[in-house]
């Protein structure tokens, strides 16, 4: 099969894989600390320069750059009230906290209004202790319904701090709305319940949020830290054990369970307002990120963190959301100074691993990982990633022979859990040219991949028919099966294009052309699509538009090997073919084995799709980015 379908069915994979609240790490991990005021980047000369300068970095969400230029814009113009607001959102969601805070109290003298500017004073308030001044800042802040939500939820829990648990749940008594909210309140109910030592009121209202809502990993967490911390060790096992079920080998979970078998105690979910007040901005945040809301998610994450440094969930989230923000320098930052004692640590460093091959730094990725799997030689999720990161840099053969070593350690029974290595695996053979071994792991992977992925299913689908098209075989077969990818993910203009390019190797122009045109309007920006659009073009006698998208192709940054190729094109068009093509429905009569494949893309800019990362459906409630898949 082509290089060109295996970058299109990694990077595509990539998003069905997601799943929980987890994430990945680095080998040297760093303390928690406020992000250090940015000097890489040099100062406009005038006012109006930093402004442009700012207004750029935040349109592409680049919040280190955006802090450090607004931060020089509003030394030119400090009465400027648009222009300090602007600053102190930048400068919070960089984490430059300091900075921050004094922004904040400007902007609250000038503005009484601005809820963020109070909602920040509230937090730091809340941090000293001064419960009474932060109850009255974060009364100032609610505005909306989200905004009601959080002050409500945070005066509550300053209430808390206070020993004031009485006021506390009245004050949560006022939320009712959807039935998020009444989960999210029942939720810390319990916890300011079990802060303040009113053990049965903690334990009635974990259990209602329990009852309510098992499928998110906070809930279910802090549900059985309870149950355990009072003797009651079967419930929280059972808790654990149920939620396991649907999410495998959960780092957070299986070491709750490892604890709780062994007959160690485990700690509070929370023990304190201020990591109570955390848990709130952490769950908003976390709901936020997943609904395209970056930018208020990183502040309301940033405000977690500054709270409580080693809230690991959180600080994983907020690498994750300046992952998808395409900063992922910041993002590692991010995941390094994830506690070393958290049991998300070694994902951590796999993630930092991925992330090196992803920024380009190929070499020290694989160096990298290479040094956590010498400290971890047993475990699967290191060495899956180590073979990701080779297959990534064409090391095939490598790739394969990690894969299996991975595949040797899957339990009995258990393969259906671990079926990305056989997908993976199945991809490296085929780039490898080992094409008996290729199929028979793609055809594995098909039979185990769960039908409650149905987005996986069509990239698996998807590999495997693209496969037998190129090299000729089994034809009919490979365009039911690949019609069915195109039903399982009717928007994936990858896929699309791999039914256009299956229809164009087989002769069949028109349908070729039809296909291919979906899959560029559903993908305009890739060069391999409009690569292939032109060569149907080209053979349905549209020269000049076929000439059209090679150039756009061109244009769009293809890997030099194509680059060379669309050239050729550009200057000489294509060659005749050499005889009539198959069709689906004339099969041909060439030996499989003697089939040459036609030229196609190879992959660029190879996508890491190897290690879920807590992307719930837009929508979920608070907290969601730890739910378990498919719920």
Avoid: C
Avoid at 32 to 42: G, M, N
Avoid at 305 to 334: C, F, I, W
């Amino acid at each position: 099969m082509s290089g060109y379908a295996a970058r299109r069915s990694a990077a595509a994979l990539a998003l069905l894989l997601s799943s929980t609240g987890l994430g990945i790490l680095p080998a040297a991990a760093m303390q928690p600390r406020e992000s250090s005021p940015i000097s890489e980047y040099e100062p406009a000369e005038s006012l109006e320069g930093n402004f442009l300068s700012a207004y750029i970095a935040g349109a592409s969400k680049d919040t280190a750059a955006a802090a450090s230029f607004y931060r020089e814009a509003v030394k030119g113009d400090p009465r400027n009230a648009e222009l300090l607001e602007r600053a102190f959102v930048s400068l919070l969601a960089d984490g430059a906290m300091t900075d921050a805070f004094r922004a904040a109290e400007r902007l609250a003298t000038r503005e009484s209004t601005n809820g963020l500017a109070h909602l920040a004073l509230g937090v730091r308030q809340l941090k000293a202790g001064q419960y009474a001044a932060a109850r009255q800042s974060f009364g100032r802040s609610g505005r909306g319904a989200a905004g009601d939500l959080t002050a409500t939820l945070l005066t509550a829990w300053a209430y808390a701090g206070a020993g004031d648990g009485k006021r506390a749940n009245e004050t949560l008594n006022r939320l009712r709305g959807e039935r998020y909210f009444n989960v999210f309140r029942d939720y810390h109910a319990g916890l300011i319940a079990s802060v303040v030592g009113d053990r049965a009121e903690a334990e009635r209202k974990l259990k209602a949020a329990y009852d309510a809502d098992r499928n998110t990993l906070r809930i279910v967490d802090g549900y059985a830290r309870f149950e355990a911390g009072i003797g009651r060790t079967d419930l929280a096992i059972d808790a654990y054990s149920e939620f396991e079920k649907v999410m495998p080998r959960h780092p957070l979970v299986v070491d709750a369970l490892d604890k709780l078998k062994a007959g160690k105690p485990l700690s509070p979910l929370v023990s304190s307002a201020q990591e109570g007040a955390a848990e709130v901005l952490y769950g908003l945040g976390s709901a936020g990120s997943t609904q395209g809301d970056e930018l208020p998610a990183v502040v309301y994450m940033r405000l977690a963190l500054y709270l409580a440094p080693e809230h690991a969930v959180g600080r994983l989230t907020l690498a994750d959301t300046l992952d998808r923000m395409k900063q992922t320098e910041r993002s590692n930052e991010a995941y390094a100074q994830i506690p070393a004692n958290s049991p998300l640590k070694l994902n951590a460093d796999i993630q930092i691993g991925l992330n090196l091959e992803q920024m380009g730094r190929g070499d020290e990725a694989l160096q990298h990982l290479d040094t956590v799997l010498k400290a971890n030689p047993d475990n699967i999720d290191v060495i899956s990633a180590l073979g990701n990161v080779q297959r990534a840099r064409k090391k095939f053969t490598e790739a394969a022979e990690t894969y299996t070593r991975a595949i040797n350690l899957i339990g009995p029974g258990r393969e259906a859990n671990h079926w990305t290595l056989f997908y993976f695996r199945g991809t490296a053979y085929e780039r490898a040219s080992e094409w008996q071994k290729a199929e028979a792991d793609l055809k594995k992977a098909l039979a185990l991949v769960p039908p409650t992925q149905p987005n996986a299913k069509a990239q698996v689908l998807n590999y495997l028919a693209y496969s037998w098209v190129d090299r000729n075989m089994n034809i009919d077969e490979s365009f039911t099966m690949l019609k069915q990818a195109v039903d399982l993910s009717p928007r994936d203009g990858m896929i699309i294009d791999s039914l256009g390019w299956a229809y164009f190797r087989l002769g069949r122009w028109d349908d070729a052309v039809r296909e291919l045109e979906k899959a560029v309007e559903l993908k305009p920006g890739d060069p391999t699509i409009n690569d292939h659009l032109g060569d149907a073009y080209w053979r349905t006698g549209r020269r000049l538009e076929g000439k059209f998208q090679w150039q756009h192709a061109k244009d769009l940054n293809p890997e030099p090997e194509e680059l060379t190729k669309i050239n050729a094109k550009l200057k000489d068009g294509l060659p005749e073919p050499d005889k009539p093509t198959a069709t689906a429905e004339n099969p041909p009569t060439q030996d499989p084995a003697q089939a040459v494949p036609a030229p196609v893309a190879a992959p660029h800019n190879p996508q890491n799709p190897e290690l879920p990362k807590g992307a719930p459906a837009p929508g979920d409630a608070p907290g969601s980015a730890d739910k378990k898949p498919g719920n």
